[in-house]
């Protein structure tokens, strides 16, 4: 499985971007999918996460509100929306798909795919 993510940018705090991961398998519909993101100095961590059939999403509280993410397996293609930006979001943004199909999780260590990165960076 082997991921692009896009969408990434300079914005201005309160801003929005929408961050795009698309997907070259054409099983990408039985995969969950993660979006992570790492700020400088710090570890990777769980943004928020989509299961297999987009009818469950999962959002880390720090996103609750401002970030929703959403897949149209059509297009092999999963969105991260995220609105009223703070400058603690700055990082780099990462998509990653679990190492099994039909399987959701949000630990770090079961996902092995990885999209290159794409940097996020809010001004104040």
Not at 13 to 35: D, E, I, N, Q
Not at 48 to 76: H, L, M, Q, W
Not at 87 to 109: K, L, M, Q, S, W
Request: charged residues 15%; contains cysteine; positive net charge.
């Amino acid at each position: 499985v082997q991921l692009q993510a896009s969408g990434g940018g300079l914005v201005q705090a309160g801003g929005s971007l929408r961050l795009s991961c698309a997907a070259s398998t054409r099983t990408f519909s039985s995969y969950s999918v993660g979006w992570f993101r790492q700020a400088p100095g710090k570890e990777r961590e769980f943004v928020a996460g989509i299961t297999y059939t987009g009818r469950t999403t999962y959002n880390r509280d720090s996103v609750k509100g401002r970030f929703t993410i959403s897949r149209d397996n059509a297009k092999n293609t999963v969105y991260l929306q995220m609105n009223s930006l703070k400058p603690e979001d700055t990082a780099v943004y990462y998509c990653a798909a679990p190492g099994r199909t039909h399987y959701f999780t949000a630990n770090i260590y079961d996902y092995a795919y990885w999209g290159q990165g794409t940097q996020v960076t809010v001004s104040s």
